[in-house]
């Protein structure tokens, strides 16, 4: 049956299975019945391991002090041993020594018996020298000897040597004794001091055979300069502190590998000292095996392949079996030990922890006492268990005397020592692992039961619910007149119900809404009227009809070149000084100006530019080709339509107008960077180049940029007492006498240095700052006549410049009524020098103003006459004192021009009945010319540079009346 359902069918059967709520119900319940099963099982399984975990601990730390108390106990007793067998060499060589020191303290007093010694034939030292060295022969009890340069020329032991030789014959009876008795030495010896290094051993041996064909440098060399270099010295210091016979004196040498019986000795020695002269004598010496003690060490047994050791203070493993250093990553005994090359003589050990290949060997503290560490070898655990032992004197080249103490060390693998620990913790994971599965196998029967249950109950309750359902589809297919005849009192019978509730409500919605949809419709069409207001609003020029600035901006953002273009270019035209237009024949004229101006643009811009108007008084074209002629002709056909005047209502008017170019991607590769580099580029214009046009480059960003730093510091200037006033005096001409002075601003900036006023002022008046800056100023100034007064220039004239700006957008007269309240001035000795570009503004504030001032007793100048506002009513209708001819004109007096403007402001001053002020005199024949003409005063660099305040009183003690 199966087999002949298609495929179709079984995936829609499979769909319709997975989305059945009886097979939901059921796997909810699975799923509830499982995480409880999960949670039960992990709680258990937790607690027995919190339990696990606390037993282990606890075997651990007791088994951890079980470990501490044995192998510290095991440690300190065998380190016991070989402290007291060292220990016994030690307090041996000390009694030997202590009887050489006696005898040789009281040679006079047993010189009777030395006699006796010498005489009796077992003393008897016959020593036969064979050219190389001199030895005495085998049958005396001890073996003397000597190297050749003991001898003198004649073959003959020297007499001072001969002399110790025979003061030490006595020890014959007393250095075979304790070879034979005591602790077990290979040997012991005397050897006398600096000079008097001849050896007496016992038991004899032919040192010269054994000794110095290991050593053939010795015929001919001292002992102590050879095998102990500086020793005697630093001992004859350390005498002198501690006193003869202190223990402290003797020394232990580091452990070595005799090259002649290959086994590993120790060397203890004990000085002999001449009390009187307080001289080195010579020493008593041991040489002793510390085979038994290394033997001892590596032969410990500790768990199955625990080892010990022996370490030096600096390092060095003396004793330590092969295991042991394969475990520590070292060399044994025999690649250790270093040779002289020959392979025979003494031979030092040389297996130092540090020169492990293993870090953490090389990194263990082992001077720590009696601590139990944990390190890592080769990814195993080891214990490593140490006792620092008695420590004795040791002397070397390097190190001088020092206190060497051995380190007892026990390395014991963890895994050996915890073995029981560890069978332990296996066991109990498989207990519980065991116990896991019996509870999952358990629950798994559990859930098993309660599936088939949850089925079944379910099957019977999900009847009702699925023909609630084929209700419903029948809804979805807009069918709104389905009869749900569902009725019970449970559950699905209230969603019955409410689904046939539903249906009617759906009944009276559509009818409502099929209204509402006819009410949309007009309000959407009507709003999207609105948008397209709005978006005109936005990215249009009402005035002009053209694209704003905003769409200018949104079309930078999201430019691209076409296929057959390179380059885009900005261009911005800036009207110049199109305000003065504004004020001299209203705004209504101005705007019919702009209109006027934007239909002439579009008139020359093509279907592939774009016009905007991006402000009050300027305009940009968008313009997008390949050619970068083209764009430079377009340039030329903008600057083409401002050579000609625009007739509105009966005026004449002639415009000026700034151009900036910038060019993507030539200049940026941003093409938002266009609108602010084709700004840059107008203002560059408008300040050099009025009228024309610029095209951006780099400099001109960096102008900008220091244009705005200087503006900042500018406005920082008074604050830093950067500024300064400079006068020039005025001159009268019939007289040649000082009547006044002009006030001249200067600034030092601290970044910029010393700034043209021409720039510096032009700032200030761009930025507002003039205002500050002005006030400053004027009160300076009022500063500075009660200083010239009070220098005796009594009823001295000072002119001031005032700034347009100053004057139209600050009480002036109010600042001026302040300062004269203040400062003791009188009438008509202030004058206040304005430019005629003032009267084009306000003309009604300005005679109010001047009016004031005039009461106050402040005097007017017009200072560059003939140079600005051409009309000249205001002479007649504003309260002016003064004219000031520009410096411009007097330049040019050798000009037929310049000559006649000149004359006629003076004539024109003088029917006015007002004062002539010439600027820029720098020449002689300009001032007779001028005096000819009848004009009143003179100021300029044939008089006076500008100068400050104490140069210029000096001046006008010269010329003042």
């Known amino acids: 049956m199966i087999e002949n359902i298609g495929v179709g069918d079984r995936m829609h059967l499979l769909k319709k299975y997975k989305s059945s709520l009886n097979i939901k119900i059921t796997m909810i319940t699975i799923i509830f019945i499982v995480l409880g099963m999960f949670s039960m099982i992990l709680y258990t399984n937790l607690s027995v391991a919190r339990l696990t975990d606390k037993t282990l601990n606890t075997m651990d730390r007791e088994l951890y002090y079980l470990l501490d108390e044995y192998y510290t106990n095991y440690i300190n007793e065998i380190s016991v041993r070989i402290e007291a067998d060292y220990n016994g060499y030690l307090e041996e060589v000390q009694i030997l020594g202590g009887i050489f020191q006696e005898v040789l303290d009281k040679d006079n007093a047993l010189e009777a018996v030395m006699a006796v010694v010498k005489a009796d034939p077992y003393f008897k030292d016959r020593i036969i020298f064979n050219g190389k060295w001199g030895q005495n022969t085998s049958d005396e009890p001890t073996a003397v000897f000597m190297g050749r340069y003991l001898y003198d020329d004649n073959g003959e032991i020297k007499a001072n040597v001969q002399n110790a030789i025979d003061k030490t014959a006595i020890f014959d009876m007393i250095m075979p004794s304790f070879v034979s008795h005591g602790k077990n030495k290979i040997q012991i010896y005397y050897t006398g001091g600096v000079d008097e290094d001849y050896t007496r051993m016992a038991p004899w041996v032919d040192i010269g055979h054994s000794v110095y064909d290991v050593y053939p440098e010795l015929y001919d060399l001292p002992i102590w300069e050879t095998f102990n270099p500086g020793l005697v010295d630093e001992w004859t210091e350390r005498m002198l502190d501690k006193g003869i016979g202190n223990p402290k004196l003797i020394r232990v040498s580091q452990p070595i590998q005799d090259g002649i019986t290959g086994g590993i000795i120790l060397g203890v020695t004990y000085p002999i000292w001449d009390r009187e002269t307080q001289t080195f004598k010579g020493h008593v010496a041991y040489d002793i095996t510390i085979e038994s003690i290394i033997e001892q060490v590596e032969d410990i047994k500790i768990s199955n392949t625990g080892f010990a050791m022996l370490i030096q203070s600096n390092g060095n493993i003396f004793a330590m079996n092969d295991k042991g250093a394969d475990v520590l990553g070292l060399k044994n005994i025999d690649d250790s030990t270093l040779n002289n090359g020959t392979g025979i003589g003494f031979n030092r050990l040389n297996r130092y922890i540090q020169e492990s290949t293993i870090e953490s060997v090389r990194n263990l503290n082992y001077s720590e006492v009696n601590e139990i560490k944990e390190i890592e070898l080769n990814g195993e655990t080891y214990f490593f268990i140490n006792k620092k032992m008695d420590s004795f004197v040791s002397w070397t080249p390097e190190l001088g005397f ?87 009192e449970d559950e699905i019978g209230k969603l019955a119900n409410a689904f046939e509730g539903m249906q009617q409500e759906i009944q009276d919605s559509l009818s409502r809404l099929k209204v509402q949809n006819e009410l949309l419709k007009d309000e959407i069409d009507e709003r999207i009227k609105k948008d397209r207001i709005i978006d005109y609003l936005e990215n249009f020029d009402s005035q002009t009809d053209l694209l704003n600035k905003k769409a200018l901006l949104n079309m930078l953002k999201d430019m691209s070149l076409d296929f057959d273009q390179t380059f885009v270019s900005l261009i911005i035209i800036g009207l110049d000084e199109f305000r003065k237009i504004n004020d001299a024949y209203t ?37 997008k080709g390949k050619d970068l002629n083209a764009l430079i002709l377009k340039v030329e056909e903008i600057n083409a339509l401002f050579g000609k005047s625009f007739s509105i209502r009966m005026h004449e008017v002639v415009l000026s107008a700034s151009i900036g170019v910038s060019t993507f991607p030539h200049d940026t590769s941003d093409t938002l960077d266009l609108f602010k580099y084709a700004t840059i580029a107008m203002n560059h214009a408008k300040a050099s180049n009025r009228g024309g046009s610029e095209y951006y480059n780099e400099e001109m960003n960096y102008s900008a940029r220091n244009r705005i730093e200087m503006i900042h510091e500018l406005n920082q200037a008074i604050e830093r007492n950067e500024l300064s006033l400079c006068f020039q005096p005025i001159m009268k001409i019939d007289t040649n006498k000082a009547t006044g002075v002009e006030v001249l601003l200067r600034w030092h900036s601290k970044k910029f240095g010393h700034i043209s006023p021409s720039l510096f002022i032009k700032l200030a008046e761009e930025s507002k700052l003039i205002i500050k800056i002005g006030s400053w100023v004027i009160k300076a100034s009022f500063e500075a006549l009660g200083k010239f007064e009070a220098a005796g220039f009594v009823g001295l004239e000072m002119a001031i410049n005032i700034s347009v700006i100053q004057l139209m957008q600050h009480d002036l007269v109010a600042e001026t009524k302040a300062l004269l309240e203040k400062y003791p001035v009188k009438e008509k000795q202030i004058i206040y020098e304005v430019t005629e570009g003032l009267f084009i503004n306000d003309f009604d504030r300005v005679r109010t103003t001047f009016a004031e001032l005039e009461q106050l007793g402040i005097l007017i100048s017009i200072d560059d006459f003939g140079t600005g506002y051409s009309s000249l009513s205001y002479l007649k209708n504003i309260a002016i004192n003064k004219l000031k001819i520009d410096r411009s004109f007097i330049s040019e007096l050798h000009d037929k021009t310049g000559w006649e403007i000149t004359n006629a402001i003076i004539a024109l001053a003088n029917n006015l009945n007002l004062k002539v002020v010439a600027e820029g005199v720098e020449e002689l024949e300009q001032l007779e010319h001028l005096r000819e003409r009848g004009c009143n005063e003179a100021q300029g660099f044939f008089f006076s540079r500008p100068v400050d305040l104490e140069h210029c009183i000096e001046y006008l003690n010269q010329y003042w009346n």
């Open 402 to 488: 020092y206190d060497e103490a051995w380190t007892l060390a026990f390395v014991v693998p963890r895994d050996e020592i915890y073995k029981m620990y560890i069978n332990s913790e296996i066991q109990i994971k498989n207990d519980q692992n065991i116990a896991i599965k019996q509870q999952v196998g358990i629950g798994a029967v559990i859930l098993g039961f309660v599936v088939i249950f949850v089925i079944l109950y379910n099957s019977r309750m999900t009847s009702k619910l699925n023909a609630l359902t084929n209700k419903v589809k029948q809804m979805k297919e807009n069918n709104y007149q389905v009869d749900f005849d569902i009725h019970s």
């Open 587 to 623: 705004f209504k004229v101005g705007d019919e100006i702009i209109q006027m101006l934007a239909t002439k643009l579009d008139q020359i811009v093509q279907s592939h530019e774009l016009l905007f108007r991006i402000g009050g008084d300027e305009f940009a074209i968008l313009f």
